[in-house]
C-alpha cells in the first residue's frame, strides 16, 4: 500500500502540516525532542469545490528546508498552492515550483483555522484510526507502513471495489 501511494503526486490547493507519531517514553524526553516519536509531513490536496481529494502522510528526517524540499520535489505537482501554518520550513515547497501562503496560527487552535480546516480533519480521523486499530507498535521502524495504509484507505473511499 505504502509503495502505491508514491505513485502519487498532490496538485492544486495543498494544506501541509508537521505532524508526529509516538509518545513520550516514561523519563523520556517530551514534545518534540522525544526520542521515540517519528516526524512526518501530513499534506491533503483539495478539489475544485474545497473538499479533500488525496492524503500523503511521509515520514521525514526532520522539519529543515533540505527535508522539506526533497519532499515537495517528490510528493507535490509544480504550480500547486500550499498552505501551511507558517512553519518555517515549508517555503521550501517553492524550490519544487509551488506556490507557498502561510496562515501563522500562533496563539489560535487548529480548529479555529479555516484554511487548514481539512488537514486538521484528517489528522484526526489518522489518530483515532491508529489508535483504535494499533494500540502499540515500532514507531521508527512501521510509522511509513502505517501511514502508507490510511492514505492508501482515504484516497480510495469513493472506489469501495478497489479496497482489499
Not at 13 to 24: I, K, M
Not at 54 to 74: E, M, R, T
Not at 75 to 87: F, K, M, Q, R
Amino acid at each position: 500500500m505504502t509503495e502505491r501511494e508514491a505513485l502519487y503526486t498532490l496538485s492544486g490547493e495543498v494544506q501541509v502540516d508537521d505532524a508526529y507519531l509516538g509518545g513520550e517514553r516514561v523519563g523520556g524526553k517530551v514534545g518534540r525532542g522525544s526520542e521515540i516519536k517519528v516526524a512526518f509531513v501530513a499534506a491533503v490536496s483539495l478539489t475544485d469545490e474545497g473538499y479533500p481529494l488525496l492524503v500523503k502522510l511521509s515520514p521525514v528526517p526532520g522539519f529543515k528546508l533540505k527535508a522539506i524540499a526533497d519532499w515537495a520535489s517528490k510528493c507535490l505537482a509544480a504550480g500547486s498552492t500550499v498552505y501551511s501554518d507558517g512553519l518555517a520550513c515549508f517555503s521550501a515547497v517553492t524550490q519544487a515550483g509551488c506556490t507557498h501562503e502561510c496562515t501563522v496560527v500562533v496563539g489560535r487552535k487548529s480548529k479555529d483555522v479555516p484554511e487548514l480546516q481539512w488537514l486538521d480533519t484528517v489528522l484526526g480521523n489518522r489518530k483515532t484510526s491508529l489508535s483504535g486499530s494499533y494500540h502499540s507498535f515500532g514507531f521508527g521502524k512501521y510509522a511509513a507502513r502505517y501511514l502508507g495504509t490510511f492514505a492508501y484507505r482515504f484516497n480510495r473511499r469513493f472506489d469501495l471495489k478497489t479496497l482489499p
